[in-house]
């Protein structure tokens, strides 16, 4: 069975500090991994999403995330944090047919020191 | 825009009662999911379906029960039978294939007073 871990239930920077939120993955096949944001009292918005298509995958908001299979991780970075970061992210990995629902990490809630 | 929504944003409910909770989407989506959302649980699987007419228990299916009859709306009734009924729904959709990931709605919180 697929499985997602989420290193860190909350991680606090400061603006214009490196964000780091990590994401490992347990998994028989390299599957398909994704990063959603979570905004107080809103829905999931996807940031960005692998497909084995690239290994450094790029986002919205200035995020990126890179599959390192050997690490079976699909850590999300960010280069210099702004105050509207501040949210909480998952990670969530899909099977390779599709035809499960998504799995998902407990979250990691960022927020962001001015 | 296509989009999927859920409706009420807030709803408020004496315990006992039984109350339905509304998501409706336009994006022609076959998958559509529910997931409740408690503060430092992530989020747990109630019910999703595939299909119109089928759908399957998901991780905490007790005391919620859904129906699907058509492709746009996938409704979850919380019954009185689940305990602890407050907390945050989220309404997902997905079209098929692993690629893709959901579309969200903006969720209802619902407490039971």
């Known amino acids: 069975a697929q499985s997602v871990t989420q290193l860190g239930s909350h991680v606090s920077v400061s603006e214009g500090a490196l964000v780091l939120l990590r994401c490992n993955y347990s998994s028989s096949v390299p599957p398909y991994l994704f990063w959603y944001v979570q905004y107080p009292n809103q829905g999931l918005q996807l940031l960005l999403k692998y497909t084995s298509a690239a290994t450094l995958v790029k986002g919205i908001n200035g995020f990126e995330a890179e599959f390192k299979k050997s690490e079976t991780s699909f850590h999300l970075t960010k280069p210099s944090a702004h105050m509207s970061d501040a949210a909480e992210y998952f990670c969530a990995v899909s099977s390779l047919s599709g035809n499960t629902p998504l799995v998902f990490g407990k979250g990691t809630r960022l927020s962001v020191i001015a | 825009d296509g989009g999927i929504t859920q409706s009420p944003k807030y709803l408020f409910r004496k315990e006992g009662q039984n109350v339905t909770l509304s998501c409706e989407q336009n994006?022609?989506?076959?998958?559509m999911y529910w997931y409740r959302q408690d503060p430092g649980q992530g989020l747990r699987l109630i019910y999703y379906s595939q299909i119109v007419n089928d759908f399957q228990k998901g991780d905490i299916a007790e005391g919620y029960s859904v129906s699907r009859e058509k492709k746009e709306s996938f409704p979850l009734t919380v019954t009185s039978a689940q305990k602890n009924p407050t907390a945050f729904y989220l309404c997902?959709?997905?079209?098929?294939?692993?690629?893709?990931?959901?579309?969200f709605g903006s969720g209802t919180r619902l407490t039971v007073v």
């Open positions: 994006l022609n989506h076959d998958a």
């Open positions: 997902a959709s997905r079209s098929q294939g692993a690629l893709n990931g959901y579309t």
